[in-house]
């Protein structure tokens, strides 16, 4: 398992996403446009800029060493857990899944990573509408990236990028054919959405609603348990 060395520029200068780098820069010229007409605005605008690269922050991050294991793809509340058939345009049939739905609000890390070890099989990109991502059907019509992958264990699981109210812009670096280990970088989302993943029948999330979890760390499920769902969490 790798470590994460602490030191005080891990917390006050986090390393950012490269699409963080231009928004910085549209930041920060207006903030010195702002300083020109009148000092205070410019003051506000160096808060916007800090907030703005803090958002963009691209953090390091340990994932369990356990084989077979889902883990969450994005930082933010388990916000939605269903029983549902796996998104239509992936042709994964009718079987049912359990759906996670995972909630990032503009404080959190936008950074998407893997939920599992395996291959791409599929990719599907909807575009869509803008609907506030805590609601469900924001799974059906907002802009969505969806992703199909074969885990190592040979069981199927999807995760889904999905556009939130705010956000305008799914950046997704996976293709068909790219294989992955859990909690490897993936992609990321501007400016707050939902990151959905999509559990096969017979494998129970062992995580509540309202839980906060943390990107390629917080553990959803084990493909290879037989464990029960926690009580009180399907709805």
Known sequence: MKSISLSWRTFLLPNIHNEGWRFVGIFAAIT???????????????????????????????????????????????????????????????????RVSIFMSVFNVHVNRSPAEGKITKAVYVPGKFFNATLDKASKDNERQLLAMKTSCGKDICFVQIA??????????ATVGQEY???????????????????????????????????????????????????????
Do not use: H
Request: glycine residues 10%; charged residues 25%; aromatic residues 8%.
């Open 32 to 98: 010195a446009l702002l300083a020109i007409i009148w000092e205070p605005l410019g003051w506000m605008g160096v808060v916007l800029t800090v907030w703005c690269y803090y958002f963009f922050r691209d953090p390091e991050r340990v994932t369990p060493d356990i084989k077979n294991v889902v883990v969450s793809p994005a930082d933010g509340i388990v916000q939605m857990i269903a029983k549902v058939p796996a998104p239509e345009e992936l042709g994964m049939g009718k079987k049912e899944f359990t």
């Open 164 to 173: 939130g109210l705010v956000a305008r812009r799914i950046v997704c670096d």
């Open 181 to 235: 280990k859990a909690g490897e970088r993936f992609g990321m989302i501007r400016f707050g959405s939902r990151l959905d993943v999509y559990l096969p029948e017979g494998v129970e999330p062992q995580v509540a609603l309202g839980q906060t979890m943390v990107a390629g760390e917080s553990i959803i499920a084990r493909l290879d348990s037989d464990a029960k769902a926690l009580d009180g969490v399907i709805r």
